[in-house]
């Protein structure tokens, strides 16, 4: 059973950055990719980013140019790098990997 837990969130001005993590554990065979999604008050989640191992990464229109994605050399931690935020990126990250699921979800709140 495959474990992801999140980290980095909290409250921020806009304009500010934040990093977030995702830390995959347990019993892992093979990682192919791992996302972002996020999800704010009465809203669907929606797609942020994702890395493919060994191939592209992918972004939603409205995070392109200030969030960037990323993974440690071990493949089993996953980053988002996020800046220039603004007070609509305000909503509950959460970090997604085929097989295994969904993480807990860490909030990230964009105000002054």
């Known amino acids: 059973q495959v474990q992801l837990v999140e980290s980095g969130g909290g409250l921020v001005q806009p304009g500010g950055s934040l990093r977030l993590s995702c830390a995959a554990s347990?019993?892992?065979?093979?990682?192919?990719?791992m996302g972002w999604y996020r999800q704010a008050p009465g809203k669907e989640r929606e797609f942020v980013a994702s890395?493919?191992?060994?191939?592209?990464?992918q972004y939603a229109d409205s995070v392109k140019g200030r969030f960037t994605i990323s993974k440690n050399n071990a493949g089993n931690t996953v980053y988002l790098q996020m800046s220039s935020l603004k007070p609509e990126d305000t909503a509950v990250y959460y970090c997604?990997?085929?097989?295994?699921?969904w993480g807990q979800g860490t909030q990230v709140t964009v105000s002054s």
């Open positions: 347990g019993t892992i065979f093979s990682i192919r990719s």
């Open positions: 997604f990997m085929p097989g295994a699921g």
């Open positions: 890395v493919t191992f060994g191939g592209p990464t």
